[in-house]
Nanobody
Framework: QVQLVESGGGLVQAGGSLRLSCSAS????????MGWFRQVPGKERELVAA????????SYADSVKGRFTISRNNAKNTVYLQMNSLKPEDTAVYYC????????????????????WGQGTQVTVSS
């Protein structure tokens, strides 16, 4: 089992940058595929980016390609989301998610494929 805690959210002007971190406690973080999702009121939670357990494979939502970068440091049990050129439409609560994936080494893009979730961190981008 793994516990996830997000940090790094806040208020930023359009065009600015933020770096989200998700710290995982528990054992064998390197065996987990990780993802970042976001949600606004009244809408479903949507994938932002996903990364395989090794970090060798990644996937991004079309809306963030070229602006956001997902990465991980397995020695520090942490996954990151670097967000650049932020837009007001990026405003949401951002969630970190984990799925145990030791034997496959894939990334996962659907929320229902993940087993563990953090509490979320608010990102607000002002125009």
């Amino acid at each position: 089992q793994v516990q996830l805690v997000e940090s790094g959210g806040g208020l930023v002007q359009a065009g600015g940058s933020l770096r989200l971190s998700c710290s995982a406690s528990g054992r064998a973080f390197s065996g987990y595929a990780m993802g970042w999702f976001r949600q606004v009121p009244g809408k479903e939670r949507e994938l932002v980016a996903a990364i395989s357990r090794s970090g060798g494979s990644t996937s991004y939502a079309d809306s963030v390609k070229g602006r956001f970068t997902i990465s991980r440091n397995n020695a520090k049990n942490t996954v990151y989301l670097q967000m650049n050129s932020l837009k007001p439409e990026d405003t949401a609560v951002y969630y970190c998610a984990a799925r145990y994936d030791y034997y496959r080494g894939n990334y996962y893009t659907a929320a229902l494929e993940y087993d563990y979730w953090g509490q979320g961190t608010q990102v607000t981008v002002s125009s």
